[in-house]
């Protein structure tokens, strides 16, 4: 899937639920909305928090559209660490595959040594 079939999953989805769901969906219409949002990991999966309530879903290189208001955020910051985060998480459970905007990488590997989680993939 590519960045514009993403954001156009979003509209089609939005549409649908238009249609089954005029009470809930007839007002949300897919809307960019320039506002920066930091992302985080949680069980293993990056999302940021849209103003709405809803966790949207992201990962590096991508927006977060929100499925529930409709905003696309294009602006997302994650962490430049990504891949090492990801790769130090990846080796814990899935509930314990939590990380935060300024948790270090010196803390993740702390926190699995603590837990018996081998440096070793
Ligand atoms: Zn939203």
Redesign the pocket.
């Known amino acids: 899937m590519t960045v514009e079939g993403y954001v156009a999953a979003q509209a089609a989805f939005i549409a649908r639920n238009a249609q089954a769901l005029p009470g809930r969906y007839a007002a949300v219409h897919p809307h960019e909305v320039a506002r920066a949002l930091e992302a985080y990991i949680n069980h293993g999966r990056w999302l940021v928090d849209?103003p709405?309530g809803?966790g949207?879903m992201t990962a590096p290189g991508w927006p977060a559209c929100?499925y529930?208001?409709g905003?696309i955020y294009r602006d997302v910051h994650i962490s430049a660490d990504a891949d090492q985060i990801e790769a130090l998480l990846s080796r814990r459970p899935i509930a314990h595959q939590n990380w935060k905007a300024g948790e270090s990488l010196a803390l993740l590997r702390a926190e699995n040594v603590q837990h018996g989680i081998s440096e070793e993939g």
């Open positions: 849209c709405c809803n949207v929100c529930s208001c905003a």
